[in-house]
């Protein structure tokens, strides 16, 4: 069988960075924060670990722990369990409304 490469979709490489971040939700006018972190990171979006199970398309603000004094807004892309237990998932987002450097 021939060995077929496979393409890197990524429009930015990941670097493994654990940072704390809160999570910021809107619904019905309201704003909610939650706590999670982050497990890599990329100009592009993150890898976040957290209690809420997100869904893909979803908007999320990101504001990284003593960083930023706004949310990065974000759009959830994938969502699974980080494990058998089910208290913790791992979700992919997509960085909006940013500009190459």
Known sequence: MANIPT???????REVVTLPVSLV??????QASYEASTI???LGGA???THLK??????V??????EFPHAI???????R????TGLFYLTGVQFLDTQPV
Do not use: F, M, Y
């Open 7 to 13: 393409a890197n979709l990524r429009l930015a490489e």
């Open 25 to 30: 939700l809107r619904s019905e006018g309201r």
């Open 40 to 42: 890599n990171l990329s």
């Open 47 to 49: 890898c976040v670990q």
């Open 54 to 59: 997100l869904v893909p398309g979803e908007w």
């Open 61 to 66: 603000g990101i504001v990284p722990k003593g």
């Open 73 to 79: 807004p974000s759009r959830v892309v994938w969502v």
């Open 81 to 84: 369990p980080q494990d058998e």
